[in-house]
């Protein structure tokens, strides 16, 4: 079955220090995995993409991602949080439906809150 | 280079109503895509449209419909209204072919039904 879990609703972290957000996915064959952040009262913004290559991707605003294939995990990270940093965080892989129409499969999304 | 732009911001119909949402995508971009924010739901695909045809559709009654322009901008539908129609209307574009499907997305269109 495709799947998508952000296990944490909700992660509470001060200005400064690292932050993880995770996420774990199921899909058949090679995935390709996205981020995308979401602002109060705004449509979802991209941040970063795994295809292919390097497990650690770089995307905006800082963040990056580690790909890890034996876990099946794509956890967004930031060495250093900040309080402009709140905000609902959605993890998505690329599956495909019934009729082999590729579609994103998203989950539920994790609420960063950082705390100055 | 112009984003998504959605309209209306807001919409308020009350039960048994219809709405219509409008969808324009990035310039280049042929597919769009709808999703279904409620609160406390996540993010819910409803309709791809690419080329002008409806290319996947997600779980929900059909009183959700669509379609797509000749310019690629879309429209949304939902007929008889129910109460819990009430969201957040996202709509998402992406390029023709493109293998990865990141899609870029609008600001939202507002729906309360009362």
């Known amino acids: 079955a495709q799947s998508v879990a952000q296990p944490e609703d909700q992660v509470n972290v001060a200005e400064g220090n690292p932050l993880t957000v995770k996420c774990t996915y199921s899909v058949s064959g090679n995935p390709y995995l996205f981020w995308y952040v979401q602002y109060p009262n705004r449509g979802l913004q991209f941040l970063l993409k795994?295809?292919?290559?390097d497990n650690l991707v770089k995307g905006s605003y800082g963040f990056e991602a580690e790909f890890n294939k034996s876990q099946t995990s794509f956890h967004l990270k930031k060495p250093s949080a900040l309080v402009s940093d709140s905000a609902l965080y959605f993890c998505?892989?690329?599956?495909?439906?019934?009729?082999?129409?590729?579609?994103?499969?998203w989950g539920l999304g994790t609420s960063l809150a950082v705390n100055p | 280079e112009a984003g998504v732009t959605q309209s209306p911001t807001h919409l308020i119909k009350t039960r048994g109503q219809q709405a219509t949402l409008r969808c324009s995508p990035i310039s280049g971009h042929t597919s769009v895509y709808w999703y279904q924010q409620a609160l406390g739901l996540g993010l819910q695909f409803l309709l791809w449209y690419d080329e002008g045809e409806e290319r996947n559709r997600g779980n929900f009654p059909p009183r959700f419909s669509g379609r797509q322009f000749p310019n690629y901008s879309s429209e949304l539908n939902v007929n008889a209204l129910e109460l819990e129609d009430s969201a957040l209307y996202l709509c998402?574009?992406?390029?023709?072919?493109?293998?990865?499907?990141?899609?870029?997305f609008g600001p939202g269109t507002r729906l309360t039904v009362l």
């Open positions: 998505a892989v690329r599956g495909y439906n019934a009729g082999n129409n590729r579609k994103l499969i």
């Open positions: 795994y295809i292919t290559g």
């Open positions: 998402a574009s992406s390029l023709r072919g493109e293998p990865d499907g990141t899609q870029y």
